[in-house]
């Protein structure tokens, strides 16, 4: 992608700012009897570059390098880099100033607007850090060039660029995505702007802007990049129709509809992309013959009317076809093995099934062959040798196996390989040790196994290199010699042994992720000493000792969780500036206090300490250092003394868990100030005082868990509207609360009313990385941590305190509820009926409370359920027949001295049970089996321990429904590929397709 990105940056600046240039105003064509640039510019110019501080940190911008702007006062403005005069009477007439790492506001007094004979403006690929654009723009009266392309404004596109009447190219693409342009600003635009020729809009919000007033626009429009403009409603086909129109991009416009014209087509379109629009397009030889001129089309996730891919072959002169995402099926057809100029074909997600056909013969062209996310299978086509200009091949997520593997040995001119997620299981071919222009390998997702070749070592181009996700046990021995690599990804594999120190000779290195390994012994002091290093993940190793001072202010990122570190956390650790995560849990021997050293890590999102040694206070200033923190995790540590108490106004706190310490006093007031809160667990310590009902006040709070504390006293209904309505998971048990259930909060909790069937997993959103969310739960009568907690998850916990009265009927409107635990209260009356609405429910327990009556036959119905304890009630009559009441034993009955039936030795009187014998289940799979993402420890004496006894049998017999299977697989698949897109390049300034 980054080729491409780089070849279309310059192309735009290129036709943007030069392709009109006239050489009688060059500053290179000056001679001895031209006049010099008045001094009153050159100030301006120099004033203007003044009020531009250079950027502390690298510049994000694509500028391959970006240029920094040297002027030399005192010398002639029109020598001057990026500058250009008028011949005649030296006044500045151009600026190009793109790519020249200007960073700050533009501010509408800026001296760049006492420049008033300029022609040409380049401003583009700078970051001028989300101002507005000035309406002082609209004095440069005599502009015919405006390139603003990638520069960070945001605002309203002001409605003065309309009276730049001379304007024949306008670029405003690939700002922040919140630069806008109304529909007033808009018409203007098109009424005045009679000569524009280049219309570059691409990422500019015109949501508001109604499609058919593009016919507005000048006819001599010959360029309209209009991608991803929130463009809604019916598109004119005569807009395809304009005479001079040669490109048009409306790539990812969503709700843009109408249709396709199939006749009388400008002769002159040649860049067609439509993706992913609902803009009608019909396979029809009579509307497919007339884009005969039409060389770049792209017509990927689009609404096709009729599915004739054969009548693409018809299309002779295409260089780049872009067909992705439009789930054709079948087989790719022969008829595409026509296009001899095809440089770019891409075929990604389209359900293509069995071998790729053999097409290629005559394709000596291409370039670029995307045929990922399909479901192709057995051998590579013989004719893919013929392929000798093929740079870039991607055959992700497919089914391919051992035996394409031969067919790369031709394909010399390889830069990027991309072979993840399909069923290779042999050894890694050393053959690919010979694709020595590889700068992108990917083989992650299949089941390599054995030693990485020695012979990648002469891969000496690479830049990227992903092995994660196999069976391998070794690495290269001169791995040292991938000196350009950038990124390293070797996670969840089987290597073992010490890391190497070699690896620490790689000097450009960005990424390096070794988790998930064997890897032991201690960590090798020379990685904290490499220079451009910024993420590095060693968690789920063997490792041990020390951490070693960090001698590099690179790192953003560290993650050294699950291992057997010991000692203390370096100071150099909390001198990293940059750092943006920190996360050491799950290393029981970390011991010493967490000093307020750590406050100063002004850019800090994730602080992870959780399951280590820690002990002494939490430092207080942790509750409002940084505006940055979102996740603040220190639970299963030593900690004591009072939760930090200070919680300042406009945090970004998602995700705070203290779960497991010894912290006492009161819950402070000042979290109401954590309007992002989604997490809350105070669990298991010794916090005192009433439920801190301000809670309800937190809009986006999804779990709240303060089990096994001292709260005492009642809960009062909710004093503001939608209180609690997103809540998930609501544990309050083993506690002193007392009076009766809180039938107004059941009231609100609207998210447990809804059946969410979301099958993935509470995370952070918009973090530099994602985080997933964990918690420790008592689940089914044991103790179980989840690592991570699927967004259908949804419980109801309030056992083990001192609630009265009867259980309220509201209840029943939790259909997506999964585990309510009412257990050891003083409850009365009987069971609620409409319990039997609670259709999701796989786990009820009502045990050791005073209830009464007969057990409702609407339970009956709840087929998931698997775990029932109504044990040490008053309960009595027959025991309902039939589902899964067939498959519940003795200790769920116990202590109901009134009950009869099956499953109990007790038969009831005049024959009013009917019980057949239990049905015989299959025995299912352990559920402590490997993989599962979660462990169970059977619970404490006390409160629970019966249950947790007598209901182990049942979670191991029952059915698992769909929920539970697919909480099983592991999110870090998505975490990888979320890491990986976020370093990879974009094509078009920001848009991918």
């Given at each position: 992608?980054?080729?491409?990105?780089?070849?279309?940056?310059?192309?735009?600046?290129?036709?943007?700012?030069?392709?009109?240039?006239?050489?009688?105003?060059?500053?290179?064509?000056?001679?001895?009897?031209?006049?010099?640039?008045?001094?009153?510019?050159?100030?301006?110019?120099?004033?203007?570059?003044?009020?531009?501080?250079?950027?502390?940190?690298?510049?994000?911008?694509?500028?391959?390098?970006?240029?920094?702007?040297?002027?030399?006062?005192?010398?002639?403005?029109?020598?001057?880099?990026?500058?250009?005069?008028?011949?005649?009477?030296?006044?500045?007439?151009?600026?190009?100033?793109?790519?020249?790492?200007?960073?700050?506001?533009?501010?509408?007094?800026?001296?760049?607007?006492?420049?008033?004979?300029?022609?040409?403006?380049?401003?583009?690929?700078?970051?001028?850090?989300?101002?507005?654009?000035?309406?002082?723009?609209?004095?440069?009266?005599?502009?015919?060039?405006?390139?603003?392309?990638?520069?960070?404004?945001?605002?309203?596109?002001?409605?003065?660029?309309?009276?730049?009447?001379?304007?024949?190219?306008?670029?405003?693409?690939?700002?922040?995505?919140?630069?806008?342009?109304?529909?007033?600003?808009?018409?203007?635009?098109?009424?005045?702007?009679?000569?524009?020729?280049?219309?570059?809009?691409?990422?500019?919000?015109?949501?508001?802007?109604?499609?058919?007033?593009?016919?507005?626009?000048?006819?001599?429009?010959?360029?309209?990049q209009l991608w991803r403009c929130g463009l809604k409603g019916d598109l004119p086909d005569n807009l395809f129709r304009r005479s001079n129109l040669q490109w048009l991009d409306l790539w990812s416009n969503e709700g843009l509809t109408g249709s396709f014209p199939q006749y009388n087509l400008s002769n002159a379109l040649s860049h067609l992309d439509l993706s992913y629009t609902r803009i009608s397009i019909h396979l029809e030889p009579d509307s497919i013959s007339h884009l005969k001129s039409?060389?770049?089309?792209?017509?990927?996730?689009?609404?096709?009317?009729?599915?004739?891919?054969?009548?693409?072959?018809?299309?002779?002169?295409?260089?780049?076809?872009?067909?992705?995402?439009?789930?054709?099926?079948?087989?790719?057809?022969?008829?595409?093995?026509?296009?001899?100029?095809?440089?770019?074909?891409?075929?990604?997600?389209?359900?293509?099934?069995?071998?790729?056909?053999?097409?290629?013969?005559?394709?000596?062209?291409?370039?670029?062959?995307?045929?990922?996310?399909?479901?192709?299978?057995?051998?590579?086509?013989?004719?893919?040798?013929?392929?000798?200009?093929?740079?870039?091949?991607?055959?992700?997520?497919?089914?391919?196996?051992?035996?394409?593997?031969?067919?790369?040995?031709?394909?010399?001119?390889?830069?990027?390989?991309?072979?993840?997620?399909?069923?290779?299981?042999?050894?890694?071919?050393?053959?690919?040790?010979?694709?020595?222009?590889?700068?992108?390998?990917?083989?992650?997702?299949?089941?390599?196994?054995?030693?990485?070749?020695?012979?990648?070592?002469?891969?000496?181009?690479?830049?990227?290199?992903?092995?994660?996700?196999?069976?391998?046990?070794?690495?290269?021995?001169?791995?040292?010699?991938?000196?350009?690599?950038?990124?390293?990804?070797?996670?969840?594999?089987?290597?073992?042994?010490?890391?190497?120190?070699?690896?620490?000779?790689?000097?450009?290195?960005?990424?390096?992720?070794?988790?998930?390994?064997?890897?032991?012994?201690?960590?090798?002091?020379?990685?904290?000493?490499?220079?451009?290093?910024?993420?590095?993940?060693?968690?789920?190793?063997?490792?041990?000792?020390?951490?070693?001072?960090?001698?590099?202010?690179?790192?953003?990122?560290?993650?050294?969780?699950?291992?057997?570190?010991?000692?203390?956390?370096?100071?150099?650790?909390?001198?990293?500036?940059?750092?943006?995560?920190?996360?050491?849990?799950?290393?029981?021997?970390?011991?010493?206090?967490?000093?307020?050293?750590?406050?100063?890590?002004?850019?800090?999102?994730?602080?992870?300490?959780?399951?280590?040694?820690?002990?002494?206070?939490?430092?207080?200033?942790?509750?409002?250092?940084?505006?940055?923190?979102?996740?603040?995790?220190?639970?299963?540590?030593?900690?004591?003394?009072?939760?930090?108490?200070?919680?300042?106004?406009?945090?970004?706190?998602?995700?705070?868990?203290?779960?497991?310490?010894?912290?006492?006093?009161?819950?402070?007031?000042?979290?109401?100030?954590?309007?992002?809160?989604?997490?809350?667990?105070?669990?298991?310590?010794?916090?005192?005082?009433?439920?801190?009902?301000?809670?309800?006040?937190?809009?986006?709070?999804?779990?709240?868990?303060?089990?096994?504390?001292?709260?005492?006293?009642?809960?009062?209904?909710?004093?503001?509207?939608?209180?609690?309505?997103?809540?998930?998971?609501?544990?309050?048990?083993?506690?002193?609360?007392?009076?009766?259930?809180?039938?107004?909060?059941?009231?609100?909790?609207?998210?447990?009313?809804?059946?969410?069937?979301?099958?993935?997993?509470?995370?952070?959103?918009?973090?530099?990385?994602?985080?997933?969310?964990?918690?420790?739960?008592?689940?089914?009568?044991?103790?179980?941590?989840?690592?991570?907690?699927?967004?259908?998850?949804?419980?109801?916990?309030?056992?083990?305190?001192?609630?009265?009265?009867?259980?309220?009927?509201?209840?029943?409107?939790?259909?997506?509820?999964?585990?309510?635990?009412?257990?050891?209260?003083?409850?009365?009356?009987?069971?609620?009926?409409?319990?039997g609405n609670l259709t999701n429910l796989e786990s009820l327990d009502l045990s050791s409370n005073l209830l009464a009556g007969r057990i409702p036959q609407q339970l009956v119905d709840l087929k998931y359920l698997q775990v029932l304890n109504l044990s040490y009630n008053q309960l009595e009559g027959p025991i309902p027949v039939g589902k899964q009441f067939n498959t519940f034993e003795n200790g769920s009955y116990e202590g109901n001295l009134g009950l009869c039936g099956f499953p109990l030795?007790?038969?009831?009187?005049?024959?009013?049970?009917?019980?057949?014998?239990?049905?015989?289940?299959?025995?299912?799979?352990?559920?402590?089996?490997?993989?599962?993402?979660?462990?169970?420890?059977?619970?404490?004496?006390?409160?629970?321990?019966?249950?947790?006894?007598?209901?182990?049998?049942?979670?191991?017999?029952?059915?698992?429904?769909?929920?539970?299977?697919?909480?099983?697989?592991?999110?870090?698949?998505?975490?990888?590929?979320?890491?990986?897109?976020?370093?990879?390049?974009?094509?078009?300034?920001?848009?991918?397709?």
């Open positions: 992608m980054m080729g491409s990105s780089l070849l279309l940056a310059q192309f735009l600046c290129l036709l943007f700012f030069h392709s009109h240039s006239q050489p009688t105003h060059s500053s290179s064509n000056f001679s001895s009897s031209v006049q010099l640039c008045p001094g009153d510019q050159s100030l301006a110019l120099l004033q203007f570059k003044n009020s531009f501080p250079m950027p502390s940190s690298p510049s994000t911008l694509p500028c391959y390098p970006p240029e920094k702007v040297l002027w030399k006062e005192g010398t002639d403005c029109c020598t001057w880099d990026g500058v250009t005069c008028n011949i005649k009477t030296g006044h500045v007439i151009g600026l190009d100033l793109g790519c020249s790492m200007l960073y700050g506001t533009l501010h509408s007094n800026s001296t760049l607007f006492s420049l008033h004979h300029l022609q040409k403006l380049n401003l583009s690929y700078n970051d001028f850090n989300r101002s507005v654009i000035s309406s002082s723009f609209g004095q440069f009266l005599h502009l015919t060039h405006l390139n603003l392309n990638s520069s960070n404004f945001a605002g309203q596109v002001p409605p003065e660029i309309s009276h730049l009447s001379r304007l024949v190219s306008l670029g405003l693409s690939s700002n922040s995505g919140e630069l806008m342009l109304e529909p007033i600003s808009f018409n203007k635009l098109a009424q005045n702007l009679t000569q524009l020729r280049e219309l570059y809009l691409g990422g500019v919000n015109m949501s508001l802007v109604v499609p058919s007033s593009l016919m507005n626009l000048s006819s001599s429009l010959s360029y309209l039409v060389e770049k089309l792209y017509l990927s996730g689009c609404n096709f009317v009729g599915s004739n891919l054969d009548l693409f072959g018809n299309l002779t002169q295409l260089i780049e076809l872009g067909l992705a995402g439009n789930q054709f099926g079948g087989q790719i057809p022969f008829s595409l093995g026509k296009l001899k100029q095809l440089e770019h074909l891409d075929l990604r997600n389209n359900n293509f099934i069995g071998p790729i056909p053999d097409i290629f013969v005559n394709q000596t062209q291409l370039a670029w062959l995307r045929l990922s996310d399909n479901n192709f299978q057995g051998h590579l086509p013989f004719s893919l040798r013929n392929l000798k200009q093929l740079s870039r091949l991607q055959l992700s997520a497919n089914n391919f196996t051992s035996q394409i593997l031969n067919e790369f040995s031709n394909l010399t001119e390889l830069t990027e390989l991309d072979l993840s997620y399909n069923k290779f299981d042999v050894q890694i071919p050393s053959l690919l040790g010979n694709l020595k222009k590889l700068n992108s390998l990917t083989l992650s997702f299949n089941k390599f196994f054995g030693k990485i070749p020695d012979n990648f070592a002469n891969l000496t181009h690479l830049t990227w290199l992903d092995l994660s996700y196999n069976r391998l046990t070794g690495l290269p021995h001169q791995i040292n010699r991938l000196t350009g690599l950038t990124t390293l990804f070797l996670s969840n594999n089987q290597l073992i042994g010490h890391i190497p120190s070699l690896l620490s000779r790689l000097s450009d290195l960005n990424i390096l992720d070794l988790s998930h390994n064997f890897f032991n012994g201690t960590i090798p002091s020379s990685l904290f000493c490499m220079p451009s290093l910024q993420f590095l993940l060693l968690n789920n190793n063997l490792l041990y000792g020390h951490i070693s001072p960090f001698l590099c202010n690179s790192l953003q990122y560290i993650n050294f969780s699950h291992n057997k570190l010991y000692g203390q956390i370096p100071p150099s650790v909390l001198k990293l500036e940059h750092l943006k995560v920190l996360m050491l849990s799950s290393n029981d021997k970390l011991i010493g206090n967490i000093s307020s050293v750590i406050c100063e890590l002004k850019f800090l999102e994730i602080l992870d300490l959780s399951n280590s040694g820690f002990s002494g206070f939490i430092p207080q200033c942790l509750g409002n250092f940084s505006y940055g923190l979102s996740v603040l995790h220190l639970g299963g540590n030593n900690l004591h003394g009072n939760i930090p108490s200070i919680y300042s106004e406009g945090n970004s706190l998602r995700y705070l868990n203290f779960n497991g310490n010894k912290l006492k006093g009161v819950i402070p007031p000042s979290i109401i100030n954590c309007v992002n809160l989604e997490f809350l667990d105070l669990s298991n310590n010794m916090i005192d005082g009433t439920f801190p009902s301000f809670l309800e006040t937190l809009p986006k709070l999804k779990v709240v868990i303060l089990r096994s504390n001292k709260l005492h006293g009642s809960l009062k209904g909710p004093t503001v509207k939608d209180a609690f309505s997103k809540l998930q998971i609501f544990d309050l048990s083993n506690n002193n609360l007392s009076g009766p259930l809180p039938t107004e909060y059941f009231n609100n909790f609207k998210a447990i009313m809804s059946v969410d069937q979301d099958m993935d997993y509470m995370r952070t959103h918009n973090l530099s990385t994602t985080y997933v969310y964990s918690v420790k739960l008592a689940w089914k009568g044991f103790e179980v941590e989840f690592s991570k907690i699927q967004i259908a998850l949804t419980i109801l916990d309030l056992s083990c305190n001192k609630f009265t009265g009867k259980i309220p009927e509201s209840l029943g409107k939790l259909k997506s509820l999964i585990q309510l635990n009412l257990s050891h209260n003083s409850l009365i009356g009987y069971i609620q009926p409409s319990l030795q007790v038969k009831c009187n005049k024959g009013e049970e009917q019980q057949p014998p239990p049905s015989n289940f299959e025995k299912e799979d352990s559920m402590f089996g490997e993989g599962l993402g979660w462990k169970a420890v059977a619970m404490g004496y006390g409160c629970g321990f019966v249950v947790g006894v007598s209901i182990g049998y049942v979670v191991f017999r029952a059915r698992k429904p769909a929920w539970f299977v697919k909480m099983v697989e592991d999110s870090a698949h998505q975490n990888a590929k979320r890491l990986r897109r976020k370093n990879a390049p974009a094509r078009n300034g920001g848009r991918r397709h």
